[in-house]
């Protein structure tokens, strides 16, 4: 692909990241319809690839604040269709490669080969849907491998060797390593064994990994750089800017000092 979009970019602007990159998730249309445009673009300022959650109405991975944000965006009136229609205006404008995440019904009911076309107009560079197993995963693989768009498989601390292998080398993009069993929204714990695990999977990884589910601080982001590419970050940058802190000001304060910009 020519264009800077697709796995492969979501690759190399990981790659190219001032020390640990940092992938920032906002929820769509959250707080509100009208300034989720600044959210989005301010966020794809400051971070190196942006998560666009797409609200679902049991999204059982998800802690509080998130499905607090999804509510609303639903409430909002939110729709697959609405998050394409933005992001086909605001493409051009948009510096940091973008993903949706979300469940799979809402993709599912889109149709796969519709989807395809959409992620491909709107510069949309992949997907990650975690209640979607790599074991069913091939109808919507068939549409986005063939466009060079990412499926990111995530990962657990309870997730097999043999299938943890298969699993990072699969998809594309980045592999999303979860710190912990549970949900979404808690404080990540890095005990000795935690880091292990994340060390485990990038010798197992082809891809860059990155570490997501409670990622809140600059001192956190520090640590986990020695073992991970990259960290992904979503219910503390949603506080944030429910208590109107400035997205992009948030993300670059999570920076270690050395390449905050």
């Known amino acids: 692909m020519t264009e800077s979009f697709g796995a492969l970019a979501i690759r190399d602007a990981i ?22 445009a600044d959210i989005i673009g301010a966020v794809a300022e400051a971070a190196d690839v942006v998560e666009i959650g797409v609200p679902f109405t ?14 609303v965006a639903l409430d909002n009136g939110v729709t697959l269709e609405w998050i394409f229609e933005l992001l ?6 948009l ?42 995963s091939g109808p919507i693989s068939e549409t986005l491998e063939p466009r060079g768009l990412a ?11 043999d299938r943890l292998i298969r699993l990072a080398s699969a998809g594309g993009g980045f592999v999303y390593a ?10 990540a714990a890095l005990p000795t064994q935690t880091l292990d695990y994340l060390d ?4 197992a990884a082809s891809l860059p990994v990155l570490a997501g589910f409670g990622v809140r601080s600059r001192d956190q982001v520090e640590t986990l750089s020695g ?5 992904v970050v979503g219910s503390a940058l949603i506080e944030a800017i429910d208590r109107g802190k400035d997205p992009g000001v948030f993300l670059e304060e999570l920076r270690p000092a050395a390449v905050s910009t």
């Open 15 to 36: 790659e190219a990241a001032p020390g640990a990159a940092l992938c920032a998730y906002v929820v769509a249309g959250y707080p509100s319809l009208d300034g989720f």
């Open 88 to 93: 086909s205006d605001m493409a051009p404008s």
């Open 151 to 161: 499926l990111v498989q995530l990962v657990t601390p309870t997730t097999q060797q």
């Open 58 to 71: 049991d999204p059982m991975a998800d802690g509080l604040t998130i499905q607090r944000a999804s509510r």
């Open 200 to 203: 485990r999977v990038g010798d």
């Open 178 to 187: 979860v710190t912990a069993t549970g949900v979404t929204g808690g404080d």
């Open 95 to 136: 510096k940091a490669p973008r993903l949706l995440m979300g469940y799979y019904n809402p993709f599912l009911a889109y149709g796969f080969d519709r989807f395809g076309v959409a992620m491909t107009k709107t510069k949309t560079s992949g997907v990650i849907i975690p209640d979607l197993p790599i074991d069913e």
């Open 227 to 231: 073992h991970v590419d990259g960290v």
